[in-house]
């Protein structure tokens, strides 16, 4: 699902040694003080944070999706993770949704343990799937229908009224937090995404321990 495709030119991208590792945000997405803050309204219809470390990968390479969620209004239920996957010529997408089950539109503070592993939370209709399956259902669409390499992870927001606010997400076991971590995390932009006024007051923000 790509209805924030039109705004890719304008991701604030990082460099390709920042720590967090990540590749986009866009929409109505805000990082500051350590936290990404996500949401979707009326006037701002979608959010997101990208993550690229497992693009080329095949799908079954994804082992364990989570997110440390600090506040989250639910609104219809649509806050997920979204899994690009390609066939080579084409993209669709597996959504893992946050929240708790049956529907999704509640959900409990906190770590939300890996998502994967967690009952029929995934849907997987893009490609011939089940729409609340496992994630077993999703890797046997997959691989049946051939859309077997990821292109892309993302975090997404796109309903009416949402608003999520993440300390960190964790894919495969690895954790990325919302904060620059080093001077080279400030270049290329960065700066924009950690939420610094400019390159300068990020790159100083090392040299005064703030």
């Not at 701002?44 to 079954?60: A, E, K, M, W």
């Not at 066939?87 to 890996?114: E, H, M, Q, R, W």
């Amino acid at each position: 699902m790509k209805r924030y495709a039109v705004v890719l030119l304008c991701l604030l991208a990082l460099p390709a040694a920042a720590s967090a590792a990540i590749s986009g945000v866009g929409g109505g997405t805000t990082i500051s003080n350590g936290q990404a803050t996500l949401v979707a309204n009326t006037t701002t219809p979608f959010s997101f944070i990208s993550f690229d470390d497992l693009n080329g990968h095949p799908v079954g390479d994804l082992s364990s999706l989570a997110a440390d969620v600090v506040s989250a209004d639910y609104g219809l239920g649509s806050p997920r993770f979204s899994v690009e996957v390609s066939n080579g010529t084409a993209t669709k997408s597996i959504f893992v949704y946050l929240g708790d089950p049956p529907n999704f539109t509640t959900g409990t503070d906190g770590d939300t343990g890996n998502l994967l592993a967690d009952g029929t939370r995934v849907d997987s209709t893009q490609l011939g799937g089940p729409f609340f399956g496992t994630w077993q259902d999703a890797l046997t669409a997959a691989a049946n229908s051939g859309y077997t390499t990821i292109s892309e992870i993302d975090v997404v927001v796109d309903g009416v009224s949402q608003t999520v606010v993440l300390d960190s997400v964790s894919i495969n076991g690895k954790t990325y937090g919302f904060s620059a971590t080093s001077k080279d995390d400030c270049k290329n932009g960065g700066w924009q995404t950690f939420g610094f006024k400019n390159q300068g007051d990020c790159v100083s923000s090392f040299a005064s321990g703030k």
